[in-house]
């Protein structure tokens, strides 16, 4: 192994040590200040390097920056910047037309577009109807169809015939339909159900029949709430040991 040759500083070596870095760095450009400003013209900003000695070195001119070239911000620019406010968008109009119409703004530069807010501000040129006239010509449309007849037993009902067409009649007893009812024969209806006479025909030949109009709804095919009844646990023992004796066997 070679030998090796320690060295050390002592306190006059570690001083003149000092001296030789502060000396290096007194002329290397850390050491060097920097300022910024306005020419003899005041029309550019002149960036200058200050040595340690105050000698001034010029390093750049930098003008105020212009439409074609970069540069530091001008006061102008300052101040149009200033206004523009937070999120604001170049969004020019032209012109505003209604309908193919330009409109002209007014003195406080406002521009007013009347917008119907009615059904009646407009014109019905569609010839739409209204609730009164739908309701009305509803009304005249059942009132050609329908005809009161009056109140009449079961067995009195007017006769299946053309003149009889559109007679409404109330029943005054409670009935069964026959073959002769749109709803067949068989169903039950209550005193006071209303009964019209129709064309229930699909062809030229008229077949007019009775038809019961709405307003009873036959419940006789439902079983009563009176009618029905609880099975008790012993009949549910009973039907679950049935099942599973079918199944199984016992």
């Given amino acids: 192994m070679p030998d090796v040759t320690y060295k050390r500083l002592?306190?006059?070596?570690?001083?003149?040590?000092?001296?030789?870095?502060?000396?290096?760095?007194?002329?290397s450009p850390l050491n060097t200040q920097y300022e910024?400003?306005?020419?003899?013209?005041?029309?550019?900003?002149?960036l200058n390097a200050i040595d340690s000695n105050g000698n001034r070195t010029l390093v750049s001119t930098v003008a105020a920056a212009s439409d074609?070239?970069?540069?530091?911000?001008?006061?102008?620019?300052?101040?149009?910047?200033?206004?523009?406010?937070?999120?604001?968008?170049?969004?020019?109009i032209?012109?505003?037309?209604?309908?193919?119409?330009?409109?002209?703004?007014?003195?406080?530069?406002?521009?007013?577009?009347?917008v119907p807010v009615n059904v009646?501000?407009?014109?019905?040129?569609?010839?739409?109807?209204?609730?009164?006239?739908?309701?009305?010509?509803?009304?005249?449309?059942i009132s050609a169809v329908y005809k009161p007849a009056g109140?009449?037993?079961?067995?009195?009902?007017?006769?299946?015939?053309?003149?009889?067409?559109?007679?409404?009649?109330?029943?005054?007893?409670?009935?069964?339909?026959?073959?002769?009812?749109?709803e067949g024969a068989g169903k039950a209806y209550p005193a006071g159900t209303n009964v019209v006479i129709v064309d229930a025909s699909t062809t030229s030949t008229p077949s007019y029949k009775y038809d019961?109009?709405?307003?009873?709804?036959?419940l006789s095919g439902y079983v009563q709430a009176s009618q029905m009844a609880t099975l008790s646990n012993q009949e549910i023992t009973t039907a679950v040991n049935t099942a599973y004796t079918d199944v199984f066997g016992s």
């Fill in 94 to 114: 032209e012109a505003i037309e209604v309908n193919g119409v330009v409109q002209t703004p007014d003195g406080s530069k406002h521009v007013n577009i009347a």
């Fill in 36 to 46: 910024i400003v306005l020419n003899s013209g005041s029309s550019a900003y002149v």
């Fill in 151 to 182: 109140s009449v037993a079961f067995a009195n009902l007017p006769a299946l015939s053309a003149d009889n067409l559109g007679k409404v009649v109330n029943v005054t007893d409670a009935f069964t339909t026959t073959a002769n009812f749109v």
């Fill in 68 to 92: 074609s070239a970069a540069g530091l911000l001008s006061a102008s620019l300052y101040v149009k910047l200033g206004g523009i406010a937070a999120g604001a968008q170049v969004n020019t």
């Fill in 10 to 27: 002592d306190y006059n070596e570690t001083v003149y040590l000092c001296n030789a870095l502060f000396a290096k760095l007194k002329a």
């Fill in 120 to 141: 009646s501000d407009l014109t019905n040129d569609s010839g739409y109807q209204t609730a009164a006239q739908v309701t009305a010509a509803i009304n005249a449309a």
């Fill in 212 to 218: 019961v109009l709405a307003g009873f709804v036959d």
